[in-house]
């Protein structure tokens, strides 16, 4: 905003920003591509399918009109995932593009503490091919993980050095105490009854997530759920909302084309256990478990929001392709 003598309290500075979640949302696209040509080498349709999910994916659509630092996580995320997965099928070790692997994941760290989910899937990955290829030199490993630590650690160690220098810990959560901000809600959403019903977001999408934790993380994967975090709907964005909500209903398909890729995934990982696959599914259940644990420590309705996730929409668009393909092949 300063390069171009903007600020956000003009329409051009708030142009600019939205434009600027339009590019990264577009970026995104092109790396999720070629993700897909790597995971479905010769395989088009898998592909197109999956390229198709990403694309039109209502949380990645709504998200590009809004400005938030969970758009550029989730092209940092899946930027990390494709030199991951480039680094896995090389023939041999290439220190540049460890670097740029490490390069990646420090910027992803810098932008959200959520990218600490990717660590142990990246090194883990990386690790399990060396071991695979028998390559045991000490050297090897240096110019591997060595590399990418080493980078990652640059790119953003200083940040996370500096907060634990004034807090006395790395990581501080806006609904931290100590991070100065009081809030408080009335308690009821992590209650039993709360995470065990469902449907609402089939009748009346807006807001499901105060009757439910499912319900809230539909409401939002499909549509715009939370009207983009209005307290009334006087505010609301200027959205159809007829066709928006009607959505509820025709994403059935695809939501269930995940699920079943997603089980899919799991169990041709448990058959045929392989890095690709470890970094996919780790990645989508470590979420998961993050996802839940928060909606417990953090019970406020507006914190179940499935743009979270967007930095597993990878795995989730390999998953709608490998469901697409068992539903094909029946």
Not at 44 to 59: F, I
Not at 169 to 198: H, I, M, N
Not at 206 to 217: K, M, N, P, T, Y
Not at 232 to 246: C, E, F, I, S, V
Request: hydrophobic content about 55%.
């Amino acid at each position: 905003l300063a390069t171009f003598s903007s600020s956000t309290n003009s329409l051009a500075g708030v142009v600019l920003l939205r434009l600027m979640s339009i590019g990264f949302g577009l970026l995104h696209l092109v790396l999720i591509f070629r993700c897909l040509r790597l995971l479905f080498p010769g395989r088009e349709r898998p592909q197109a399918v999956g390229l198709l999910l990403a694309a039109w994916l209502p949380m990645n659509l709504y998200l590009a009109h809004y400005t938030s630092n969970e758009s550029l996580l989730a092209l940092l995320t899946t930027a990390t995932l494709y030199l991951c997965l480039r680094l896995l099928r090389d023939r041999s070790v290439s220190p540049l593009r460890c670097a740029a692997l490490g390069l990646c994941l420090g910027a992803a760290l810098l932008t959200k503490f959520t990218a600490l989910l990717l660590l142990p899937f990246v090194f883990g990955a990386v690790a399990w091919r060396l071991w695979q290829e028998g390559r045991r030199e000490p050297a090897v490993w240096l110019r591997t993980l060595g590399m990418v630590g080493v980078v990652c650690l640059l790119v953003c160690g200083w940040h996370f050095a500096r907060v634990w220098g004034h807090f006395g810990k790395p990581l501080v959560g806006a609904w931290d105490p100590v991070a100065g901000d009081a809030w408080w809600q009335d308690e009821g959403y992590r209650t039993s009854a709360w995470f065990g019903r469902c449907g609402r977001a089939m009748t009346e999408p807006l807001f499901s997530s105060a009757h439910g934790f499912a319900d809230g993380i539909y409401s939002t994967m499909w549509a715009d759920g939370l009207c983009g975090g209005v307290t009334a709907l006087a505010y609301r964005p200027p959205w159809n909302y007829d066709l928006m909500l009607l959505g509820s209903w025709l994403s059935l398909g695809p939501a269930l084309l995940m699920v079943a890729g997603a089980g899919l995934a799991l169990w041709k990982f448990l058959r045929e256990p392989s890095p690709e696959w470890l970094l996919l599914n780790g990645l989508v259940w470590s979420f998961a478990f993050a996802f839940t644990h928060m909606a417990l420590e953090v019970p406020c309705f507006a914190q179940i929001k499935a743009i979270y996730g967007l930095l597993t929409l990878l795995p989730l668009c390999v998953f709608g392709a490998l469901g697409w393909e068992a539903l094909v092949a029946r």
